[in-house]
């Protein structure tokens, strides 16, 4: 099993839809996505109280395939909330996806590259 971690950032994108997206991807996953909460002690109304949600996808194609769809989902859903402040991405150590000018094949194809 892959060791590689992504983290999924959506910005501007409430902490109550994370909750509704780290429940999707638990429903996948075998391990429960984590929520990181946004550490900057500056308060930003524009800004949500969510940094970003990490979650380590498993190596069943089919279930890769879901998390692209749940991921393009909540791109397609709530895209202008989700793209007020910045770029909706999921990024690995050393390599960023954007979702927003992405499509599921490229989600994943990025899902499942070995991490180097």
Request: charge should be negative; hydrophobic fraction near 35%.
């Amino acid at each position: 099993m892959s060791d590689q971690v992504y983290r999924v950032t959506y910005p501007g994108m409430t902490w109550a839809i994370y909750r509704e997206l780290e429940v999707h991807l638990a429903q996948i996953l075998s391990e429960r996505p984590q929520i990181l909460l946004r550490t900057n002690p500056v308060y930003d109304y524009n800004l949500d109280q969510v940094e970003s949600l990490l979650f380590t996808p498993t190596e069943n194609e089919s279930s890769r395939t879901l998390i692209c769809d749940v991921l393009m989902h909540y791109l397609a859903r709530w895209r202008t909330m989700a793209t007020q402040v910045g770029k909706a991405t999921v990024q690995s150590r050393k390599q960023e996806l954007l979702l927003e000018t992405s499509d599921r094949k490229a989600c994943l194809e990025f899902l499942t590259a070995n991490p180097s």
